[in-house]
Nanobody, 122 residues
């Protein structure tokens, strides 16, 4: 079992930055692929960024490429968010699964955090 807890969300002005963290407890988190998802009001949950268990492979969605970066360090995965826009406002969730392809292509990751709110004000 893996428990995930996000932190670092909050309110920021347009153009600002936030760094989200997702701390894991339980089984060896480094052996899992991880992802950051977000869900805005009235919209479906979408994948923002993902990283393989080795850290060799990663994915950034087109909507945030060049502004967001994902990284992992032991039992924590991070999402660095720069140049934030109002459309980045959402609840951000981290997720983990033993299979990178599951994180990349589905909402069926085995483990999810509770989410952290990010609000970008203009």
């Amino acid at each position: 079992q893996v428990q995930l807890e996000e932190s670092g969300g909050g309110m920021v002005q347009v153009g600002g930055s936030l760094r989200l963290s997702c701390a894991a407890s339980g089984r060896t988190f480094s052996s899992y692929a991880k992802g950051w998802f977000r869900q805005a009001p009235g919209k479906e949950r979408e994948l923002v960024a993902a990283i393989s268990s080795s850290g060799i492979s990663s994915y950034i969605s087109d909507s945030v490429r060049g502004r967001f970066a994902i990284s992992a360090d032991g039992a924590t995965v991070y999402l660095q968010m720069n140049s934030l826009k109002p459309e980045d406002t959402a609840v951000y969730y981290c997720a983990a699964d033993q299979e990178f392809i599951v994180v990349l292509t589905s909402m069926r990751s085995a483990y999810w955090g509770q989410g952290t709110q990010v609000t970008v004000s203009s």
